[in-house]
């Protein structure tokens, strides 16, 4: 009894508070709860020769790009509200850093399959994971004009289906579109050229009829097999992170990649045909990356896909 008179008293103070607010005096307000939603799908996509040209990249909301091995990269591609039947392919295996995006952003991870270390950690973290063989294969296909391995692919409608089931709720609210402060004056970048790689240099070409950049690569540009065009970008982020061997090799045997992800760090936007100097945050690991300006606030993004390149910190970047 003693333990239940002092809650019996708390909760009628808080009734004479509430009744006291339905008559002549100051109403109690309280706090409007963050609705929930589910967490957005994300995607593995490889950006390997033979992989391009992949598709459903420029309906995604978010990618992240990242060393996988040997030069190659690797894309968790993101998608807050997806639908539609279009292609999302060729959907490759998850990476130690796609550990640390799930923590970000608190998703489905769609993918097809994984070094046994990265599979274990998705396992012991109770992570929401979709492969070939989930729920009697309805997620996936292959696709026949392509070779495997680089011929699994899924698309909106069936990557809602997966977040209907599998998705945890989310609370955390992304920024609003907008535009970044013009002071001070952001230097002139209608041209970007960087190596993320030893073996992928890209290039970005902004067009102003798009209000996007064009994505340029070794190869020629990176083009959506969907539409057949060049990959648009709106804006365009590099995160400048140390990356380091995991500690294991992947399923063909090259030394896995992680990545020092946590904490903050220098960046550099790109948006408009202008670059922001910014710096990147991720001090709680359990919700989204921010880009941050000069005055330490979130930066606007103008709204439409915001790529982001992680690359090594001190990466020359050529900008005109």
Known sequence: MRTTRPRAGLLAAVAALVVAGCGNGPALTLPTPTPSRPGPAMVQIENS?????QA?????????EYLAEGGITRMTVIYFKPSGSQRIEPVRSARPVTIKLWHAYHGVVFFSGANQHVLDAIAQQQIPALTEGSDGGIYFS??????????LYTDGDRLRQGLSKHAPQITYQLPKPGVPAASPAPAV????????TNAHRV???????????VYGTETGPL????????????NVVLVQ???HDAGFTD????????????????????????????KWDLSNPELPLRILGADGKPMPLPAGLTWIHLVDPGTPITVS
Do not use: E
């Open 49 to 53: 020769i033979l992989a391009r040209p």
């Open 223 to 234: 083009v959506d097999a969907d539409s057949g065009q060049p990959i648009k970008p709106v």
């Open 203 to 213: 290039t970005y070409t902004y067009s102003a009829s798009d209000g996007a950049y």
């Open 241 to 243: 992170v140390s990356h």
């Open 142 to 151: 292959r696709d026949p004009s392509r070779r495997a391995p680089h011929n």
């Open 251 to 278: 399923v063909l045997g090259a030394p896995a990649v992680d990545f020092d992800l946590q904490g903050t760090g220098p960046a550099d936007l790109f948006t408009q045909g202008h670059r922001y100097p910014a």
């Open 189 to 196: 970048a209608n041209r970007i050229v960087f190596d993320q």
């Open 56 to 64: 459903g990249l420029q309906q995604a909301d978010l990618v992240y």
